[in-house]
């Protein structure tokens, strides 16, 4: 029993968020916090910049 639930904690944490700007991919988190995070930065950063934050796991069944 012990063993599912330490493979469902690794694959909460496994890298499905995307973080695009310009429609490239600047990195991955595992969550969605750290990639809404790290995307508000990178637009305080450069307000001209066109930056998404998405889930790679739904646009791979689009």
Known sequence: M???IVRASAAATE???VVEVGGK???QFGSL???LSAG???KRENAGAKVKVYD???K???
């Open 2 to 4: 012990s063993d599912t």
């Open 15 to 17: 890298p499905h968020y």
């Open 25 to 27: 991919c600047i990195s």
């Open 33 to 35: 916090t750290a990639a």
């Open 40 to 42: 508000l930065k990178l």
């Open 56 to 58: 790679a796991r739904e």
């Open 60 to 62: 791979e069944t689009a």
